[in-house]
């Protein structure tokens, strides 16, 4: 459902823009808790979730899927329900500097618009994670729905 776009923001950033049908208490509840994020926040099959929810605080996203489990870590940065929550993300893919990632939720007529920055990736990650991150995204407008 509602507005999709990638658009690469220079050579390492990327947005993302999704139209969720909730609220954005109820979308911020899906980015926060981990067992609504264990169910999508992989691009397939599942995630083991870990969280630490206060700024300084931690994570671990396992997302486990086609016989393999891949390891997210990273620490919230800025944590203002329901508006804003802002992260470092730093998995296999990243290289050894952390990247950041930001989500801003915005009431809409239809529920809640949803921006997704991802900033700081190496050149060659950020097609792989646009991707990656769409198909999270819709797993995330599916599960709002349920």
């Known amino acids: 459902m509602g507005a999709d776009a990638a658009e690469p923001r220079g050579a390492t950033s990327l947005e993302l823009r999704r139209l969720l049908p909730a609220t954005a208490e109820e979308v911020f509840a899906a980015w926060t808790d981990p067992e609504l994020m264990g169910r999508w926040l992989s691009p397939v099959g599942h995630a083991e979730v870990e969280v630490d929810l206060q700024v300084g605080g931690g994570f671990r996203v396992t997302m486990v899927g086609e016989d393999r489990k891949i390891e997210h870590t990273g620490e919230y940065l ?20 952390p990247t950041v990632v930001t989500v801003d939720l915005r009431p809409a007529e239809d529920g809640t618009e949803l921006l997704l920055t991802h900033e700081r990736l190496p050149e060659d990650q950020v097609e792989p994670h646009s991707g990656g991150w769409g198909r999270m995204l819709d797993r995330l407008a599916q599960e709002v729905l349920t």
């Open 78 to 97: 800025e944590i203002a329900a329901p508006r804003r929550l802002a992260f470092t993300w730093h998995s296999p893919y990243t290289g050894p500097e």
